[in-house]
């Protein structure tokens, strides 16, 4: 039970969609079957001393297994189509150089069954359908045969094609459905934008307001308030301040899922420095360093990772020991590959944060500090997991209490520059 586990699993990720998980476990058991059938034929045919026939089973085994170290590598899709590619020219071969018919004929039935499975595209169903008519006609040319003399193979053709028929048409209606959810999408997304934007323009005109009278009223002459009046006025001011700050963390948030912008080959240095030239007052009022290595170029959108690096450096800055003298925050980024991500991290030197509270430091106004010791709305960090998963990518928390805080960014680096991302 424990090896078909592992066989099932063989090639999944967290980001596979169910068709397919389903495509990779169709590859995965197609392989480790044929691969055994193949490897004992083998076995069995150099015991025999048939060279001939020990090269072409060899043959086979060789594209198999490339085949399963493709899933290993996360491309189902070329493993697949090695795959297949391997079955129609063994069948070729078996019917140019032995003469087998019987064989070839049922490889050529199976491939374009098998493809309905394996692959999305309706032009690679169709064209491993037509190799497989193709190579049927040469095989019976070249056993002499005639060309229709196998009946049963026009026959188990049927299948395929009202497979692909029907594949079609359940294309073409989820085709017209995603359209129109679309649209409708598009509609209340719409309809969703005005509504914070004007509730957003309404809420921060109140603040202000209440912020603006609140400094007439301390500063007009001739009215005298004692210090009981003063200490309450600033309250008043503090709680407007956070108000409007809230409110444009809130909108920043609603738009994380509302506007499409387009990727583009990314500088991350560029990302740095922009987001550094942004937060200067705060550099400078601290007296950080911000120290990074060469950063990569990448297929992102600017703006967007621009408010992920400023919501982390900001924390960073803010986030550190107080009344300690002599210290500043100190920030070091950095890059690195994994496989098909960069991981970027934002490592610092300041308070760092409980293991228990880890899991929930991505929760929207999540706050593990009272607002008079570290003010802030809670949504910074959900902001900058939004951005990064739209992005495709992901981001985690590494930290060991008061030595400091390290996120981890995960982006891919094949991620195609004309899709939209959510931003």
Avoid at 112 to 134: A, Y
Avoid at 219 to 233: F, R
Avoid at 263 to 274: G, H, M, N, R, Y
Avoid at 361 to 379: C, N, T, V, W
Wanted: proline share 3%.
């Amino acid at each position: 039970m424990a090896f078909f586990r592992f066989l099932y699993s063989i090639g999944l990720s967290d980001t596979c969609t169910p068709r397919e998980i389903r495509q990779i476990r169709t590859i995965n058991v197609l392989n480790f079957g044929f691969i055994v059938t193949v490897a004992i034929q083998l076995t069995l045919l150099l015991s025999w001393g048939q060279m001939s026939h020990s090269l072409l089973a060899g043959y086979l085994l060789v594209m198999l297994m490339v085949s399963t170290i493709l899933i290993f590598w996360k491309k189902h899709k070329v493993a697949s189509f090695i795959s297949l590619v391997a079955f129609l020219s063994t069948a070729g071969l078996q019917a140019f150089y032995f003469q087998d018919l019987d064989e070839a004929n049922f490889i050529l039935l199976l491939a374009p069954l098998l493809s309905i499975v394996l692959f999305d595209s309706m032009r690679l169903k169709l064209g491993i359908l037509g190799l497989s008519i193709v190579l049927y006609f040469l095989c019976n040319y070249w056993c002499g045969k005639p060309l229709f003399s196998n009946y049963l193979f026009l026959i188990g053709l049927i299948p395929s094609f009202i497979g692909m028929a029907f594949f079609y048409t359940k294309l073409i209606t989820l085709e017209n459905e995603k359209l129109t959810f679309n649209a409708m999408l598009a509609e209340q997304t719409e309809r969703l934008t005005d509504f914070t934007n004007s509730m957003s323009h309404d809420l921060k005109a109140s603040a202000r307001t209440i912020s603006s009278f609140s400094h007439l009223l301390s500063e007009q002459p001739g009215i005298q308030i004692d210090e009981k009046g003063s200490k309450y006025l600033n309250f008043i001011l503090q709680a407007s301040n956070r108000m409007s700050s809230l409110i444009d963390d809130l909108m920043t948030f609603a738009k994380a899922d509302q506007q499409n912008i387009l990727l583009a080959p990314t500088s991350i240095e560029a990302v740095v420095v922009e987001a550094k030239a942004n937060l200067l007052s705060e550099i400078e009022a601290t007296s950080a360093v911000i120290e990074y290595e060469e950063l990569p170029i990448l297929s992102a959108n600017k703006r967007a990772l621009i408010i992920v690096f400023q919501n982390l450096i900001s924390n960073a800055i803010k986030y550190q020991p107080k009344d300690v003298v002599g210290h500043y925050p100190h920030i070091q980024i950095s890059a690195q590959r994994e496989e098909d991500f960069v991981v970027l991290s934002i490592s610092d030197n300041g308070i760092g944060i409980s293991k228990e509270f880890q899991e929930n430091i991505f929760i929207p106004f999540k706050r593990f500090h009272a607002y008079d010791d570290y003010e802030g709305s809670g949504l910074g960090l959900s902001i900058c997991q939004k951005i990064i998963e739209k992005h495709k990518g992901k981001i985690s928390i590494k930290s060991t209490g008061p030595t400091g805080t390290c996120f981890s960014i995960h982006l891919p680096v094949n991620l195609k520059k004309k899709e939209k991302v959510m931003v």
